[in-house]
């Protein structure tokens, strides 16, 4: 491993997971339960059909391969808290500027995934019997799952930078620690 540079097969594996949350997500978009208005003439009921329920286990796997990514990025950095100290400097700073923004936009993306995921199945498994004349078959809101996947992509960016980062300030520290092998501060007496 070079000075500075981290691990290959962790930016490889953070990059795939987040990749395949991505397509997950515009999968689950793509789709989105439909429902269309049924009447039943024998019991005089009107009840909402929802087609298939796939965008709600598309929107779910995205959510546990975006987890999975993260998971795995802040167990190899210990969640910066709890490894190394980072070297005071650029590196350190850029480290926490993007260690703060991947977690804010990891928040968002799970809570868009999740979201959806819920709201569609909630439209396609649990819609009853209504006794009414005029309404409409509610379904999940188009662009939910889109935001979620814009906000993995920036997820993904963010935690490669802050990877690299990472690891240049803990190179960093290492290497000012190799370097002090003797004292700089001359300890003779004044006659």
């Avoid at 993007?98 to 819609?127: D, P, Q």
């Avoid at 990472?166 to 620690?177: D, N, R, S, V």
Wanted: glycine share 10%; net charge positive.
């Amino acid at each position: 491993m070079g000075e500075g540079k981290g691990s290959t097969l962790v930016h490889l594996l953070v990059v795939v997971l987040s990749l395949v949350a991505f397509g997950f997500a515009i999968a689950a978009e793509r789709r989105r339960s439909v429902g269309e208005i049924f009447r039943d003439d024998q019991t005089n009921a009107t009840y909402c059909v929802y087609n298939s329920d796939v965008a709600t286990g598309y929107g779910v796997g995205g959510f546990l391969f975006l987890l999975s990514g993260e998971s795995l990025l802040m167990g190899v950095t210990k969640c910066m808290c709890f490894g190394r100290p980072l070297a005071p400097g650029g590196n350190r700073a850029w480290t926490i500027i993007y260690f703060v923004s991947s977690w804010a936009t990891f928040l968002i993306a799970e809570a868009c995934l999740i979201a959806g995921a819920t709201k569609n199945a909630y439209h396609t498994k649990y819609r009853g019997m209504i006794y009414a004349q005029n309404f409409s078959c509610d379904a999940l809101r188009k662009g939910v799952f889109i935001a979620g996947a814009v906000f993995v992509v920036a997820t993904m960016v963010l935690n490669v930078y802050y990877y690299m980062y990472f690891t240049k300030a803990t190179a960093t520290q290492a290497a000012q620690k190799a370097k002090r092998t003797s004292s700089n501060i001359g300890m003779a007496g004044y006659a």
